[in-house]
């Protein structure tokens, strides 16, 4: 990633997020990773992203030295109607120009108030000025319209300055209708734009990985590796640049696919869960999960997944011993004398799911996720998964580090999820299960 | 926020997250905003937060410009064991310092290796080397300590440059154990460090808050207010500094209590699940949930609160409508009817999930989260949730607007919990609920 970034002629972008309520810790900036990823996909590579708030002369300033720097310059936020919306006088002051009134954009803005039964205030007047050349973004999902003008970098070369409304829902869809195109036509070089190729594994950790694919790893071979690891899926990616170059990133994904083919999730989809549904969805089964310790998460991730309601039957979420015993018929015996979190429970909630849904296969998590409730023989981060088919049930004991609440929880449904993955495709002897004890 | 921030003496900082993954789009960074927050309550601005890639040398440069201005710089990140982390060798080149061997923390990650039966390989002992004259500042969850360094500014006047660990489970720790302390001590002015009082409201949104509270909302005014809008909750903030703050702030909270008296969620968890979880306990009342289109995650947002399991005794998510009739006892004549996402469908459901769990309240969520599935009658963002207690159920229909599957599953979570919150405090008259049907 990073390599080709660098042995490339300068196309590198900068982009600024601009508002007060960043810096307050309201949320994190989500536009910088999503237009970082884009770009780089069209040969443009982001260098870096600057978080800074709603101060007119300091953003001016910033915007002064990105546009000398850099061949585009992309800026999100502060194009509301309040005052504290200081981008499009910022942009104005960095290029030089005056703001102008777009009658086009006010009659839009007019019509798009008028349709919700409401007036225009004055501080919406704001939001049909531009800075003077730009060319106006449509905004089909807010009142707030973006724009682009082209820029003099420092060596006399043209680039582009844009600015684009904060909400993701309102920024994503104008990126890609007004300025992924112009970007395209202005600034890509064709045989700079790379190839991409992806392949995400389980149950391998970065290291392993290293030790293992070492010769690829070479910042100076081709094509470029890049990795990078989310919550327990390592994702590999191949890029490379020219002549041939969707041949090299090919092969290069079929060696990693060989070499790890006992770890594979996909090289369509990264995430576990969407891998998980397509796969019950080509083999025709459907699924239930029974969970304690992850609450309702592995329910809520696979039901992420638009068109989950095919393979997805039930879920149930059995905090209490009371409720696992009354709702999945785990009998009481097994908890008085195991514990719930234990095998023959995680076995017997997995049954439990499959019977009482009538699904194929049945997942049940049961473990301590902490800060409370850990014990010198269940420590906070022992999580015990069991899985339930027509054959009967299996189960697969695990001991997170003590990375927080959270952060188990999170492990916990990635390895569910992977569990289920892997008794879809007939392959758990690839996993560390146990049988039913 | 910003008012403060810009009257105050120049104790300003700047964040820098390392990481190609940032960059590469593979996960926005959480550290920045949980600094800037967290440092305003110290009375510390965090004026920028820069997001750049694993570049030892422009990492250096970038870090010796920032130390020439700021009091405090803090990185995230490039803390770990391979030739990509360069964060403590940019550091070390920043401050014009050799990089030194400290044996402590070599032992400690040594002995952390060994408790999980493994040995640390030839980049761990990178983890082991800290810029000379640095404080160590442990890990106690993971193999990256961080540091912390004196720096001058340009004027002469001391500083400090701290480097963290990446992930926020090790970042956050070792921020209040070992950071936070030594800027408060070296640092914060106490007669800058501001007093914070914060107030959550549910339902009213952030143009109707500014009309009702217009006069508090002059940057000149003391307390300066901060408003901030989260999935449909507002979170207020009041900050005042010097002789009589906090009664100037308490005084503010109370007086924006009493004018939302019908919106207020807390003063003390921004969180709606957090609140209610915590009332519930107070009451001494259990839950149940029934989710269709939230699938999960309203139990999932339950059960992330830590002793969540005082209060909440089950979730069923009953995607298909056989399984709202099989498990929740939904009647198969209402569904056939009414369809799914219906009001009596939604009354069904919380009656279901409370009468199979024996809890005190049924919560329940049906509804249309699209991307497909949505009707002209009943389109993509309707939902209908059911509230039922001993006493019978009632229903509240939303029509969220097409933000998205993401965006309309997370605000019908939030609303569900809030009818929950509002029916433990005997107030549902305030909310637009109606009868059963």
């Known amino acids: 990633m990073s390599g080709s970034r660098r042995s490339a002629p300068r196309q590198s972008a900068a982009i600024v997020a601009v508002g007060d309520e960043l810096l307050g810790g309201a949320h994190p900036d989500l536009n910088g990773p999503w237009l970082a990823a884009e770009l780089e996909e069209l040969g443009i590579a982001v260098e870096h992203v600057h978080v800074v708030g709603d101060d007119e002369l300091a953003l001016a300033e910033l915007l002064r030295e990105l546009c000398a720097v850099h061949v585009l310059v992309v800026t999100s936020g502060g194009l509301g109607p309040t005052p504290d919306d200081v981008t499009r006088h910022a942009a104005a002051r960095a290029l030089g120009v005056e703001l102008e009134h777009h009658e ?4 839009s803005i007019v019509a798009l108030f008028a349709e919700r039964g409401r007036v225009p205030t004055d501080g919406n007047r704001r939001q049909a000025l531009f800075p003077a050349g730009a060319t106006v973004l449509e905004n089909d999902r807010g009142t707030a319209p973006g724009f682009v003008c082209t820029t003099e970098r420092a060596d006399g070369s043209p680039g582009l300055l844009a600015s684009l409304p904060g909400p993701p829902g309102e920024l994503q869809p104008m990126a890609r209708a007004g300025l992924f195109p112009r970007v395209t036509k202005d600034l890509v070089v064709e045989s700079e734009r790379p ?25 100076a071979t081709d094509p470029v590796m890049g990795v990078c690891a989310r919550a327990g899926v390592l994702v590999l990616k191949a890029t490379s640049k020219g002549d041939g170059a969707r041949a090299r990133v090919d092969a290069r994904i079929d060696e990693m696919r060989a070499r790890f083919a006992s770890r594979v999730v996909s090289s369509d989809h990264a995430e576990l869960e969407e891998t998980l549904v397509a796969e019950l969805r ?28 095919a393979v997805f039957e039930a879920g149930f979420v059995t905090y209490a011993d009371r409720i696992k015993s009354s709702v999945l018929g785990v009998p009481e015996e097994l908890l008085r004398t195991h514990g719930a979190v234990s095998a023959p429970v995680a076995a017997a909630m997995a049954r439990g799911a499959r019977e009482r849904s009538g699904a194929d296969l ?37 001991r997170f580090p003590a990375v927080g609440r959270e952060r188990i929880r999170r492990y916990a449904v990635q390895q569910a999820l992977a569990l289920a993955l892997w008794a879809v495709r007939g392959r758990l002897a690839e996993l560390d299960i146990q049988p039913e004890a």
Not at 365 to 393: H, I, M, N, R, Y
């Open 282 to 309: 080509a083999a025709g089964l459907k699924l239930a999960v029974a969970e304690s310790c992850t609450g309702g998460r592995l329910a809520g991730a696979l039901t992420d997944v638009p068109g989950a309601s």
């Open 195 to 219: 190839v991409v190729g992806r392949l995400s594994l389980w149950g391998i950790g970065e290291s392993d990985f290293a030790a293992a694919a070492g010769d690829w790893l070479d910042r």
């Open 104 to 107: 086009p954009s006010w009659s």
């Open 362 to 398: 049945g997942v049940s998590t049961t473990g301590v996720a902490g800060p409370d409730g850990g014990s010198a023989e269940k420590p906070v981060g022992l999580v015990v998964f069991g899985l339930a088919t027509a054959d009967g049930a299996v189960t697969l004991t695990r």
